[in-house]
């Protein structure tokens, strides 16, 4: 559900560039060309999806204890449904803003992004495989310079583009006006383009 401002889309995001997180962890999803842009969706957003490559999720788990966001019970690795303790990822709220931490492995043939979702947050458990092949690791993420002098890592605005362009949802196609004012790399986007949007999609377990 779409309940936030771009504002508060962007505390939370603020928050989490710290040192220690440094190169450990991406934004995706509609937020990341109004990062860039520093403008305004003037829309609603319903939350903040990141992903982590698998080998730093305990780094992040440590960093969410610590800074008192992690709840066992928002950790896929406990759910029932998950027999064997896989790691799926992590859902914490912050500021009232739900956070989702989603694991991500690279290899010679391309990129597989593990996620699972909440029956208390969306209406049922689940646990998700995406895999997306013949895509490098550099073409899905990256590191921005903002405006502020602050690095961000996020996906590549041509991640964003190429995800998005598959929805007919009003709020996609204004996150999508605002790339193409930003610029993309026509280049990048054409390598990735068809990876991205013809990713494989497994529902590896449910529950309602």
């Known amino acids: 559900m779409d309940m936030f401002t771009c504002d508060q ?27 860039l842009s520093d403008r ?8 903040i999806d990141i992903v982590v490559e698998s080998c730093n999720m305990e780094l992040i788990r440590q960093y969410l204890k610590d800074k008192g966001y ?69 073409d899905y993420i990256t590191t921005y310079l903002l405006k502020s002098g602050i690095e961000l890592g996020s996906y590549t605005l041509e991640a964003v583009k190429a995800a998005k362009e598959n929805s007919n949802r009003t709020k996609d196609k204004i996150d999508l006006c605002e790339i193409e004012k930003i610029g993309i790399n026509q280049d990048r986007y054409n390598r990735i383009k068809s990876s991205i949007q013809n990713m494989q999609i497994e529902c590896i377990a449910y529950e309602q």
Do not use: C
């Not at 440094?22 to 999803?29: D, E, M, T």
């Not at 029932?80 to 992590?90: E, H, R, S, T």
């Open 9 to 35: 889309i962007k505390e939370v995001v603020s928050i989490l560039v710290e040192p220690i997180l440094q190169s450990k962890l991406f934004v995706a999803g509609g937020i990341v060309p109004w990062i």
């Open 40 to 47: 305004n969706s003037n829309r609603m957003h319903s939350d």
């Open 70 to 138: 992690y709840q066992k019970e928002m950790d896929s690795r406990f759910l029932a449904l998950n027999n064997n303790q896989v790691d799926y990822g992590i859902e914490v709220l912050i500021n009232g803003v739900p956070v989702n931490f989603a694991p991500f492995d690279a290899n010679a043939d391309g990129i597989i992004q593990k996620n699972f979702s909440l029956k208390a947050l969306v209406g049922y458990d689940a646990l998700m495989k995406a895999t997306m092949k013949n895509i490098a690791v550099e």
